[in-house]
């Protein structure tokens, strides 16, 4: 992620990362409070551009009103120094990581009245690769709405994400797939999931999902190429009768799942409508022609 030149932004000034560090009684540390963003930046004829660096600054500050921690920066300040540090660091094609979290030593369980931000930038290819995945439905149950909220990007939910995904590795599967409260898909550890039946797409409703910014653009993409997507809730068990399946995110981008629980979908991914779709987000991202 760094190396010896390595420049993040941190409160205010751009500083080594090797220098970057924080106190071992910091209370974001402690409890998971803190909220972080997942951006890519990418080059285009244009130079780099930050794909929808305003939907994720405004999810930042979304992510921050749900938990009460504030944050002082604008949208449009953010986006300006992420800019800055890509240059900085030379990055063309980049993943982004700002992280808004209280360093200040406080072991109490009470909001702070300042936060501390840093944002992070380097080189990283497709977070999942570019094979198609062979997916587990997880025993882990994405958190319960009502416990906490679920779609604000919360560091301490990604306990949740790490068990899940460490789990379905150890049982010889390359990702998880994790059901709502209810026993309804609801998406990936780091990503939201569709699957296509019939010409058709199917994705969960916002509720018991983080609202993927990759999964608008995928339903954008795909409205706009004809193709209907219902977002509605829906068991594992109609998996068996689907014909394709992929995740999408920043990170991951948009990425073919072979099989569900050993069962194999019909379609091969490449002539699915997520590898269509994969090409066309491609394209949108890096600013190229769409391919039809
Ligand atoms: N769900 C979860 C739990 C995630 O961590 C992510 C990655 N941010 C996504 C979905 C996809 O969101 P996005 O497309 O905005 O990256």
């Given at each position: 992620y760094f190396n010896s030149n390595t420049l993040v932004y941190l409160d205010g000034e751009f500083v080594k990362a090797a220098d970057a560090s924080c106190s071992v009684y910091a209370q974001s540390l402690h409890y998971g409070y803190s909220v972080f963003e997942g951006i890519r930046a990418y080059k285009t004829p244009d130079g780099t551009r930050i794909f929808k660096a305003e939907e994720h600054y405004e999810r930042l500050h979304f992510s921050c009103r749900a938990v009460g921690l504030p944050l002082k920066y604008s949208v449009a300040e953010l986006t300006q120094l992420t800019y800055q540090l890509l240059e900085m660091n030379n990055l063309q094609d980049a993943y982004i990581r700002p992280l808004v979290y209280a360093a200040t030593p406080n072991m109490s369980l009470t909001a702070p009245q300042e936060s501390n931000l840093m944002v992070a930038a380097w080189e990283w290819g497709k977070y999942l690769g570019d094979r198609t995945l062979r997916v587990m439905v997880s025993p882990y149950e994405r958190p319960n709405p009502k416990s906490v909220p679920v779609e604000a990007k919360v560091s301490g939910h990604y306990v949740n994400s790490t068990i899940a995904c460490s789990d379905a590795k150890a049982k010889g599967y390359d990702e998880a797939l994790l059901l709502d409260m209810n026993g309804f898909v609801a998406e990936g550890p780091g990503s939201n999931f569709f699957y296509e039946k019939d010409g058709e797409l199917y994705t969960a409703p916002p509720?018991?999902?983080?609202?993927g910014i990759t999964r608008n653009t995928v339903i954008e993409l795909a409205r706009e190429a004809g193709i209907t997507v219902h977002e509605k809730f829906f068991t594992p068990e109609v998996l068996q009768e689907a014909d394709a399946a992929f995740l999408t995110g920043t990170a991951a981008e948009v990425v073919g799942v072979q099989s569900i629980n050993a069962h194999?979908?019909?379609?091969p991914f490449e002539e699915s409508i997520g590898a269509l779709l994969g090409r066309r987000y491609s394209a949108l991202v890096t600013g190229g022609l769409v391919p039809c």
């Open positions: 509720g018991s999902i983080l609202r194999v979908f019909k379609k």
